[in-house]
């Protein structure tokens, strides 16, 4: 049974947060999906994704392809797992159910702590997912190191 782990965004941007998240994961051999709400969206991160250099390639693709199911790391709209990832990543807003973290080893909520609905859709999310028998933890940078602020075990 796995935990949702809610990223709160303040010192670095998503595209910052992301790929060190997204290494984590790869080392821990987990197949991610990073979930979005917008295809443009999700079109800009691939191509932030390429661009971090050699020191940090992350091998992933864009949902759509004729490869999805062998991505290590994919970039989706959709709540279909194609890749038959373990860890989820959602960004901006995109929606986790209770079941989907039960079945994950991890699932990471990242927001931006300087937009007010994207804080108040995350306390949403929180509420859902520990109202639903999940594990969370809570993260903030605001201190300039992430550091573990809150935490809810499964009922």
Same mark, same amino acid.
């Given at each position: 049974? #796995?935990?949702?782990?809610?990223?709160?965004?303040?010192?670095? *941007?998503?595209?910052?947060?992301?790929?060190?998240?997204?290494?984590? =994961?790869?080392? =821990?051999?987990?197949?991610?999906?990073?979930? #979005?709400?917008?295809?443009?969206?999700?079109?800009?991160?691939? /191509?932030?994704l390429w661009l971090l250099g050699e020191e *940090?390639?992350?091998?992933?693709?864009?949902?759509? #392809? =004729?490869?999805?199911?062998? /991505?290590?790391?994919l970039l989706t709209t959709d709540v279909t797992l194609a890749n038959g990832a373990t860890c989820v990543m959602s960004v901006d807003g995109a929606e986790v159910s209770a079941e989907e973290v039960q079945a994950a080893d991890r699932v990471c909520i990242l927001f931006d702590g300087h937009d007010p609905e994207a804080v108040q859709h995350a306390r949403?999310?929180?509420?859902?997912?520990?109202? #639903? +028998?999940?594990? =969370?933890?809570?993260?903030?940078?605001? *201190? +300039?190191?992430?550091?573990?602020k809150a935490e809810s075990g499964a009922a």
């Open positions: 049974m #796995g935990a949702a782990y809610f990223y709160h965004l303040t010192q670095t *941007s998503m595209d910052v947060t992301l790929p060190r998240l997204l290494e984590k =994961a790869r080392g =821990a051999g987990w197949r991610i999906a990073v979930r #979005g709400v917008d295809p443009g969206r999700m079109e800009w991160l691939d /191509q932030k *940090s390639f992350l091998a992933h693709g864009l949902a759509g #392809g =004729a490869h999805d199911a062998m /991505q290590p790391i949403g999310q929180w509420k859902a997912l520990t109202d #639903g +028998g999940c594990a =969370a933890q809570y993260w903030s940078e605001e *201190s +300039g190191n992430w550091q573990k």
